[in-house]
């Protein structure tokens, strides 16, 4: 046997092995394989009827990895394990939007992943588990949900209603198409005022936002009423008795009034004299009574007691008759003298006034010797009246 008839055979062979590896390499390639990958999770409330193994991942259409596996629950939910390429996964913000799409109703689905408003400064990592926004309805849960709606309708049941609806508008194209164009008339007559609409529904948001806050409040209030009311039939009895009592007392009320209406009109004319005088006196009582004030904000005593300072004054005349005799014909009006503030080292004026006494009147002799004390306390008891020069008008 020759070499060349040898060669043939394993040169052919080894053809067939590079382009069957050549076919696997592109194979693997189209499908991701020969790239670095890294786990990813999506939790979705379904995966969809056409979503499929090896399902592309797409951020804004750039395919970045594939679906791995899909484990579907009973409740309908899904969950989709991805594969990402580790070079793309820095390059996605970790708040990225997912959204299970298909370009058609009929065509397979495929994960999109949408760049959110606010990306976040941190991006994707391994394992992150993501929320699906947003799943596409196929034509199949259309017909599916449209064949649910169809089997609970009964055909006799419809075929009437449309007959009562072609019996209602037959004959009445006219006024139906007169009543659409009143209506397009209505709606452009109101379209110019959509933007003030549009502002006071904006406005409205705070309000009701500011009724939803004060809601609980609202129903406390509600419930204490209701609390109340009840208490009000419970006690409806008692409350009969005490409106009862009030009718009685109000009249007994107006007997009293009524038959001493004359009495207490002549108790309050008595009393006019009396309330002018403490109305025109009032700045004097407001200032004796905000000196009060004062002394009672001032500090305790250091000891116990009261502190009385005395001295020595001459006497004054007695009494004398009949021009000491009390009587009421002060004037002037109401004097402080300085109060409440009254300063330090100071000694208030003597206000004279037409009283019947007056200290200060001229004739006071001031100081006056008893000479028959003196005498008595020198000499003993002496016979007769006492005598004592200096008692004017009087036995002595």
Known sequence: MSVSRVLRPLAGLAAIIAGLLLAATAVA???????????????SNRAGLVMNVDAKVKLLGVPVGRVANIDSHTDGSAVIHLEMDLAELERIPANVRVDIASTTIFGAK????????????????????LDADHVTIEIDSIFEQLTAVLSKIQ??????TLGAMSTALDGRGGALGQALSDF??????????????????EAATMAVGTYADVAPDVLKIVDNATAI??????????????LINATGLADIGNEVVGGNQHLLTDVVHLLLPTTALTSQYSP????????????????????????VSTGLMLGLER???????????ARGGPQCTDLPDMPMNTRPPFVVTDTGANSTQYGNQGILLNSDGLKQLLFGPIDGPPRNSAQIGHPG
């Not at 009494?319 to 014909?329: C, D, E, G, H, T």
């Open 29 to 43: 390639m189209f499908q991701g394989r020969t790239t670095d990958t890294v786990p990813l999770t999506v939790m």
């Open 110 to 129: 495929s994960v999109e992943l949408l760049p959110p408003d606010n990306p976040s400064p941190q991006h994707l990592k391994p394992g992150q588990v």
């Open 155 to 160: 055909p006799e049941k419809l075929n009437a």
């Open 184 to 201: 397009e008339s209505f709606l452009a007559s109101i379209d110019p005022s959509m933007t003030i609409l549009t502002r006071d529904i």
């Open 229 to 242: 009311s009840s208490t009000v039939v419970e006690e409806q009895h008692n409350l009969d008795a005490m």
């Open 284 to 307: 004097a009582l407001t200032c004796g009574l905000k000196a009060l004030e004062r002394l009672d904000s001032l500090p305790p005593a250091p000891a116990p007691g009261v502190v």
């Open 319 to 329: 009494y004398q008759y009949p021009a000491n005799l009390p009587k009421v014909a």
